[in-house]
Structure formats: C-alpha cells, structure tokens
C-alpha cells in the first residue's frame, strides 16, 4: 500500500516499499503542503502560500497545476502495480478538485506524521498501561528518519518544522517517563543524550536525562548536566533554571530518588501558582493555531534576551478563550513554576474592564506576595510582580483584553515566561511595541465543525442524520459559540433528531433568534452587543451600512461610496471595525463580515438608520459597481458600444481603472458582488440599472466563458425590461440572452431569442446588428453539428457587413466562414477566410478574435498535415487568449495543441499540454471535459488522431 513520509526526506513509497521520484522540491512541497491536510480541502490560495511564500512568481496557478498534474500522474502509476486493475487505482490515494480547493484524500494513517500523532494520542489514553504506553510510542519515535520535511526550502516549511519538533520533544518525554515507571532507566539514556544536546535550552528534556542518569547509577553525570544546563541559561538568557530542575538537583545531591512520584522528598520552594479554568468540554480542531502557538514556545529559546508574548485575536464566540486554555493545559508541564489566568472583562455585558493594578494583585497573591508587602500604588505593584517572576519559568493567560494599554502592565519582566493574551481587538500596539506574535482566529474548518458536534452528541447520532448535521454547520456559520447553543439544545433532547434542530434554524434564517442563549454570555446576539457598544457613532454607522451592503465581501473604494466618504475617512473608520474584529480584512484591501456577525449588524442597519439614509446608501454603493464596470469597457477590445449612464450621483465615487490587466482583475475580483448589486437593483425595482449591468458585463462573461453566469444576468435584464424601454434595448437583450443560451447547450431558447432579435433588427434596419445576430445563429447550429445553416448564417452576416465600417465584427464574420468551410473540410477555402480575418482583428486590437482566428488556423494545418504550422498557431492563440484573460478558451485549444505535438509525434510535449489543459478543466469545474484529457493521457502512444473538435464559436 501507498505510504507518505514526510518525517525526514519527502517520500512517496509504493505497494513494495520502493521510494518513488517526486521530482524538483516545488513539487515536493506542493505534495507536502496538501499532506499536512490529508483528507481535507485545502484553499488554492493557502497552497500557493505554503509552496511560494511571498515569492510568488505572474504565472503562478499554471505552475500550480502542472505540479498538481504530474502529481496525479504519480499517484496512479504507484497506485497500479503490475498486474492491477482499475478497481485498485480507485482505492489508491486520490488528488481531488473541487469547490474548496485541493485534497489529497488517502488514509491518515499513510501519511507518517499522521500516524505519530495517532500513535501519541492512543498513548495518552488512561487506559494504556505503562507497557502499552511504551510500545505505541516507541513506535510513534520510529517514524522520525530526519529533519521534517528536509530540503525544503520557504517560511511555512520552516515553521512546521518547528512545530513538529516540539511534539516529537513531547512524545520522547511521555515515552521517557512511561520506561521510567517500568523500571528501564537505562535504556532511555541514549536518546534523552542525543535530543538534549540537540535543543539545550529545553529543560524538560533535561530533567528527564537527570533522572534516568540518576537512577541507572551515574549520578555525577546527572549533576554535569545539571552544570551544563545552568550554565547555558545564564549565559544565553541571563535565568536560572527552573523549580523542577532545581529540585532534581537537590534530591540527587542528598542522594535521594529523583522520581516526580516523591515530591516530599524535594525541597519546599515558592508558591507555585495553577490557576487555569477548567477546560471547555468537546475542544476539537484548531490544528493549525495550537501548532503555531506550539512553535511559537518552541522558538522562544532562540529569543535570549526577550518576553515572549502570543496575542490571540478573533471576533466575538469564535472560542478564542477554548483555545488559549487548551493550549496552556497541553503546555503546562513547560512552565514548572506555575500558571497565571485573568479574566479581564474587556468586553463585559457590565461594561466594566478588570483595571490592571486589581489583576496585578490578584497575581501577586497567587505568586505568595505577603499582604502587608503589597503596595498601593500600580507601578509598585507591577516591580513586585516582575521582581517575583524574575528566573522563574511562569504561563500567564490574559484572557478577554480590552486593549493593550490594559494588558502591557500584566507582562512578565524577564526571559523564561510567556505571556497568550486573547482579544477581539488585535493588539496591533503589542505587536508593534512589545513584539507579540499575532494568531487570528477564524471560524472552525467544517471537519472540525462536525467534529465538534460529534464529541458534544455523540458520533452515531452525529453519523446517522448527515444532512441535518451539514445544515446546522452551515446555518451556524461555524462559529463555536452557535454551534455551542445549537448542541446543547440537541443535547436536552437526546429523543429528538436532529433535523428538527436544523429545522428551529432554518426557520429563524435572516434573524439571530434561533441563537438566544440560556444567559447573556451565551446569547449571540448579545455577545455582538458588547463589541458595538465600544464603537463611536460614526463607526457604528459604517457597520450597520456593511449589514445591508449585497455581496458577500469588500474593497475599500465600494465601502467609501457606501459611505459617502472620501476614502480616507472610511479607511479609519473601518480600522476601528476591523481592531474589534468585526470585520475581517482577508486579504490586502479586501473586508468581509462572518455570517452571524453580518445579521447582526443588518438588524442594527435595519433599526438604527432611517428608510431614506439606506436607500440613498444603497444607490451609491449600486452607482460605484454599475459606473466602474461599464468603465471597464473602454480597456477592452469592442466590437459594441457602451451604454450611456449618465453621471454618478452625490457620494458616489466609482474606480478609475487606466489597462486591461486592471480591468480584467476587478471585475474577476468583484464579480460576485456585481451580481449581487445586480439583484439588489431588481429586488427594489431599479429596472434600468439591470439590464445596465448586463450591458457593462457582457463583454467580460464572453472572455472568461461565464457561461451560466451570463444567461441569469441577460434573464433579469429580459425580466425587467418596459415597454417604454428604446427598441435599441429590447434588441440588445433578446440578442445577447440568445447569443449566451447558446453555449449552455439551451438551443432552442438561444433560436428563439436570436429570431426575435433578429426581427427587431430588420424593422431598424439595423444591418450591424443583424450581422451580430447571424453570427450567434451560426455558432447556435455549429455547437449541435449542423455545419452548412451554421455555414449560411456566417456568409449572411459578411455579406451584410460588406459597406460597413466594423473590422472588429467583420473579422468574426471571416472566420466564422473559415471556421465552417473548415468543418466541412473545405480546408482552402477556409484558410482564405481566416487569413483575410487576422489583419483585420489585429487592426482593432481585439486579442479574444485574434486568437479565435489563429485557433482555425491551427485546426486547418493540423487537419492538412503541416502539423509544425498547426503548433505555432496553436501556442499563439493560447498566448492571446490568455492576454485576454480568455483562460476558459485557451485551454480548448491546449487540448487541441496536445494532438498536434501528438501528430508530430512528439509524446512528451502533448503530455504536458494535456495536464495543462486538463488541470484548467478541473479548476474550471468542467469534469467531462477533464475526463476525456485524461484518457488522452491514458492512451497515450505513438499515433496520430484528428483529435477532438469543440466548437468554440468564432468571434465570442
């Protein structure tokens, strides 16, 4: 069976135990970056952060994709070996695409780390005896071969490394105390010798070594350690060792067992603090948080001379507080010198914050601090905190600060401690001053979401009733403080399934009534109340204005028109929304509210501002998509006219876009929220701005192959058309919906749009527009094989354009002639057409015709033989079609290409340009097509084929 290693050298192992060539480390890290997740989607984006960093090279999704192709490639061969057959390869590891991203779905336990940490985990079960414990960790050890992840380069792998060496350190400690209780001293030597030398500065590693040391006879050796040890953290962290170490170093000197079973015969020290809370029931996931927190502590050896503070942000219920606890419970054994927790109310219902002298006091009665010696004054009281802290290794756990100003009294004042901190604020000063390490917390994963509801209810109950299970995930937004409710209600009714929770939700969808807790700690709405009522008015209007926004996300120039303020003054606005953590700046210049949180403050949209404050709220963030798309057009290559839309009005302050790759990226960028305005604009009856939209965003569906898209934006423009709307319009929409419904297969519809387009263009005498019309007639028939009407259709519209001035429409014209005489195997006279088209589309620097007329010009030397002619033609049009930004056409013709390099008999070229184009497919959600190419790949071999025809439709 297939095993992953990646505990040591990255490898991928076969049935037989044969490393397999993973190939360049990229592509080793691409493999490692979706191992780490086995069994679980994982974002593009977070892929192409792991691999590339901030190096990220301009073609950096093709790149992706042809490692993610060859790293199919791989996965079947070794899930085949000789003498397989299909059924084999199925139940091999599997490198999926889908909506989420990418998973490598294979089994946890065949991937090395995975299994470490089941083996670790299964060990810590109070039901292993001590023997057990010995032999699932020893073979936990055994998968380690190395450095983790060795000869990969880059930021991320760096800091897995990190966090896998603290839990190797971890597991060597419970492997080590569990030989110690079975009475092999001896036999642990060895290692602790080798890991202590290896990260000197860790002290339970130490006194582990001490004690084995000790108890197999070799006390002197034992005590150098000791020596050793002392001397590195006065040296390096100007500290002293710890209350546990020094209390094995006594116990040795008076020749006592050092065993952690007597602790009467240690020496008394000062009070050790343990003032965690209790842990909250069903912690689950946070996988990714609790390694960076674990590697954070394990890189605080290499900060000698500092404090190390973690500031743990997130939005309110998101269970920053489950996490800081759970982590300092994991990591408490670190900090022999105890534990320090303070509530600091900062965002309590009372509204009153702890103030920092009263947390500082109660401290210092947990440290021991004699009363009578505890001063008035708050500096007095912090010297004393910091002066009983000093050389003693402490875990202190500022929960729920309010700010910063509130939490830098609390600090600890030397090396040795460090400090977690949680807050919906972000802390930015105590990044900025104090050099605290930021953790942002997000929703939970939907794994860890159903993992949640599966340790809180059970896991049948869980595994029996999956779609209720899916909805009430989704109904929560994944938030734990929701889903905390919506378990507890289920869990009162152990009888009741669990649809009818799902169903108290989805009853309840567009209001927070369904998430009223038993208390105002667990009420949500409430819980969100505290975070708005630390807001100035003026920042507490720009969140309820975000609740109506349509969209699911946004930029800043939208918010400002939003607004009605200049960008400046929203910007600061909305840092103050973002500090709290009521909106969430997910990437560079873009904001987005979590689910819960947005009908909040659409419930305060709702009652706090006046009808005609909304409505004149929403025209201007309507006026900026609407203004700033159909300013796109003018950076794109027209055969059309824009449509006229006036002037912006008051406080609308639409985007000023200056080329064509700024045009292409908003409106990739903001697409969705386009379309949301689009149906906001037809929700409230603003009927010209919808087929407005349509006009302005036509062009860019037609480029990026939108195709469904494309049609929902022409039938709600067709919906809300008047009859007083010009005939001019009513033409435009019945063509544009007809010409859309073709390349979604809707024939019949798209005919009869584009016959009645076509009568009103015959009444207007509109010779252009019936040119159009033929056209799309054309491609209409092609995509169903009926080539000679297709053929008609395209000579109709040349002839009409004959007196016209439309070189941009006239060269579709020409090649959608080339392109049927073509299909016809009328390959001279087709050359003719597309050869007269080319200086024509070149002449109206239209790159998407261009390259529609080159592709028919690689399909009519392919098909006579001049294959060489066939790939230059080919390897342009790709090159213009992705100028374009066309990525949905180009990689048509990349399948096309694969059989002309085939035909050439060049194996290895059509190789790759089918992976290429077979990757597209998949990041296109076009399976069928992915499927065909990967059979293509499949079969492979020395001969030559037509290859596949998709009729692209000329002049899209």
């Known amino acids: ?313 997130g939005t309110a219920g998101v269970g920053k507080t489950a996490l800081a606890v759970h982590w300092a419970h994991r990591v408490a054994d670190r900090f022999p010198d105890g534990q320090l927790y303070a509530n600091l109310r900062g965002f309590d219902p009372s509204g009153s914050a702890m103030a920092p002298d009263q947390a500082v006091r109660g401290f210092l009665d947990a440290l021991g601090a004699p009363a009578q010696r505890v001063p008035v004054d708050l500096q007095s009281r912090v010297g004393l905190y910091r002066s009983l802290l000093a050389g003693r290794r402490v875990l202190v756990v500022l929960d729920n600060a309010r700010d910063a100003e509130q939490v830098r009294p609390l600090l600890p004042g030397s090396p040795g401690c460090l400090a977690v901190v949680t807050s919906r604020n972000r802390l930015t000063g105590l990044v900025a001053a104090e050099g605290a390490h930021p953790i942002a917390l997000d929703l939970l994963a939907p794994a860890e979401a159903r993992a949640l509801l599966a340790h809180r209810l059970g896991e049948d109950r869980v595994a029996a009733e999956p779609d209720a299970v899916q909805e009430i995930i989704t109904r929560c937004a994944r938030l734990p403080l929701a889903l905390g409710i919506a378990t507890a209600r289920a869990a009162a009714h152990p009888g009741f399934p669990l649809s009818a929770v799902a169903e108290e939700l989805r009853d309840s969808h567009g209001s927070l009534d369904a998430f009223a807790g038993g208390d105002l700690t667990t009420d949500v709405r409430a819980v969100f109340s505290w975070s708005y009522a630390a807001l100035a008015p003026e920042q507490a209007r720009l ?60 419930d305060r949209g709702r009652q706090d501002l006046a009808p005609e404050e909304q409505e004149a709220a929403l025209r201007r963030l309507v006026g900026f998509y609407l203004h700033t798309a159909c300013g796109t057009l003018r950076l794109m290559p027209l055969d059309d006219t824009p449509p006229e839309l006036g002037d912006p009005g008051p406080g609308c302050r639409p985007q000023r876009l200056t080329t064509h790759a700024e045009a292409v990226e908003w409106l990739a960028g903001e697409l969705p929220n386009v379309l949301a305005a689009q149906r906001l604009a037809s929700d409230r009856g603003w009927r010209r701005l919808v087929w407005q939209f349509a006009w302005s965003l036509d062009q860019f569906h037609g480029l990026l192959g939108h195709v469904h898209d494309r049609v929902a934006m022409w039938q709600a423009a067709l919906a809300a058309l ?159 079609y992705r100028g374009a930004g066309s990525d949905r056409w180009a990689a048509d013709t990349l399948d096309r290409l694969g059989h002309a390099h085939r035909a050439l008999g060049g194996f290895e070229q059509a190789r790759s340009t089918w992976e290429e184009a077979a990757a597209m497919y998949r990041d296109q959600l076009r399976p069928a097509l992915a499927e065909r190419v990967q059979r293509q790949l499949d079969n492979l071999e020395p001969s030559r084929s037509p290859g596949v025809v998709h009729d692209r439709g000329p002049g899209d």
């Open 1 to 313: 069976m297939t095993e992953f290693l990646l505990l040591g050298t990255v490898e991928l192992r076969d049935a037989d135990g044969a490393s397999v060539d993973l190939g360049p480390a990229k592509q080793r890290t691409v493999l490692a970056a979706l191992l780490v997740d086995a069994g679980r989607w994982v974002a593009v984006q977070t892929v192409i952060d792991r691999v590339w960093g901030e190096d990220v090279p301009p073609q950096v999704r093709p790149s992706l994709y042809a490692h993610i192709a060859r790293i199919r490639r791989l996965l079947a061969a070794t899930a085949q070996p000789a003498g397989a057959g299909a059924d084999d390869v199925a139940a091999g590891p599997q490198l999926r695409r889908g909506p989420g991203g990418y998973m490598l779905d294979t089994a946890a336990d065949r991937v090395d780390v995975h299994r470490f940490r089941q083996l670790v985990e299964e060990a810590r079960g109070a039901e292993c005896t001590d023997a057990q414990r010995v032999l699932m960790l020893r073979q936990a050890l055994g998968w380690w071969r190395g450095e983790p992840l060795a000869g990969l380069a880059g930021a991320w792998a760096e800091r897995t490394r990190e966090s896998w060496a603290q839990e190797r350190i971890d597991a060597v400690l419970a492997w080590a105390e569990a030989e110690f209780r079975t009475g092999n001293h001896a036999g642990v030597t060895g290692a602790l010798t080798a890991l202590a030398a290896e990260y000197p500065l860790v002290e339970p590693l130490t006194v582990a070594l001490m004690r084995a040391l000790h108890a197999a006879g070799r006390g002197p050796e034992a005590l150098a350690c000791y020596t050793a040890l002392r001397k590195r953290l006065a040296e390096e962290l100007g500290t002293d060792p710890g209350a546990e170490v020094r209390q094995v170093h006594q116990a040795i000197l008076r020749g006592e067992s050092a065993s952690p079973a007597a602790p009467d015969l240690v020496e008394p020290g000062p009070a050790v603090p343990a003032q965690l809370p209790l842990e909250a029931r069903g912690f689950t996931g946070r996988k990714e948080e609790l390694a960076r927190l674990d590697g954070i502590l394990a890189g605080s050896s290499k900060r000698p001379a500092a404090v190390v503070v973690s500031a743990v942000s």
């Open 543 to 602: 969140f309820a204005l975000l609740g109506l926004a349509p969209g699911s996300d946004i930029g800043l120039p939208a918010l400002a028109s939003l607004a009605g303020l200049p960008g400046p003054a929203a910007r600061a606005q909305l840092r103050a929304l973002e500090n709290l953590h009521l909106v969430d700046q997910y990437e560079p210049g873009r904001w987005r509210m979590h689910d819960l949180v947005r009908l909040y403050a659409a």
């Open 722 to 880: 008047d009859h007083d709307d010009e005939l001019g319009v009513h033409m435009r929409v019945h063509r544009r919906l007809g010409h859309a419904a073709t390349h979604t297969g809707s024939h019949d519809e798209a005919r009869k749009h584009l016959g009645h387009a076509l009568d009103l263009a015959e009444q207007a005498d509109d010779h252009g527009t019936q040119a159009r019309i033929h056209i799309s007639l054309a491609q209409a028939y092609g995509q169903q094989d009926r080539l000679r009407p297709a053929l008609e259709h395209s000579e109709r519209a040349l002839r009409l354009l004959q007196e016209l001035e439309l070189p941009a429409v006239k060269a579709a014209a020409l090649n959608s002639v080339g392109w049927y005489n073509a299909r016809l195997g009328r390959y001279g006279q087709a050359r003719v057409h597309c050869e007269a088209a080319l200086p024509l589309a070149r002449h109206a620097r239209h790159e998407s015709i261009e390259a529609d007329i080159l592709d028919s010009l690689g399909y009519i030397a392919h098909h006579t033989g001049h294959h060489e002619e066939a790939v230059d033609h080919y390897r342009l049009a790709v090159a213009r």
